[in-house]
Nanobody, 121 residues
Framework: QVQLVESGGGLVQTGGSLRLSCATS????????IAWFRQAPGKEREFVAASGGNTYLSDSVKGRFTISRDYAKNTVNLQMNRLKPEDTAVYYC?????????????????WGQGTQVTVSS
């Protein structure tokens, strides 16, 4: 069973930084692409970033967020800098069923519980 556990959310002021982590098993970490999605109140869940065969970030976060893998801890980290109020959302970690990175939500079969990120203006 694939388990994903997010941590690192919280409240931050505009322009601040947060680092989210997604912890999983060594098998999942080494086999599947892992992505971050986010969902703001009243909006669809949207792709943010993913790491697997390659790394990909959405245009809305490119230049501010980075995604990286910690091979010692089996975690995928999302470093979020220069945060804006529109980044406020619940952030979800998700694992695909392959190593290939995709932005399509339906390709991610496994999901964490989510962590809240709130950016105050």
């Amino acid at each position: 069973q694939v388990q994903l556990v997010e941590s690192g959310g919280g409240l931050v002021q505009t322009g601040g930084s947060l680092r989210l982590s997604c912890a999983t098993s060594a098998h999942t970490f080494g086999t599947y692409a892992i992505a971050w999605f986010r969902q703001a109140p009243g909006k669809e869940r949207e792709f943010v970033a993913a790491s697997g065969g390659n790394t990909y970030l959405s245009d809305s976060v490119k230049g501010r967020f980075t995604i990286s893998r910690d091979y010692a801890k089996n975690t995928v980290n999302l470093q979020m800098n220069r945060l804006k109020p529109e980044d406020t959302a619940v952030y979800y970690c998700a694992a695909s069923s392959s190593w290939m990175v995709t932005t399509l939500r339906r390709e991610y079969a496994y999901w964490g519980q989510g962590t809240q990120v709130t950016v105050s203006s």
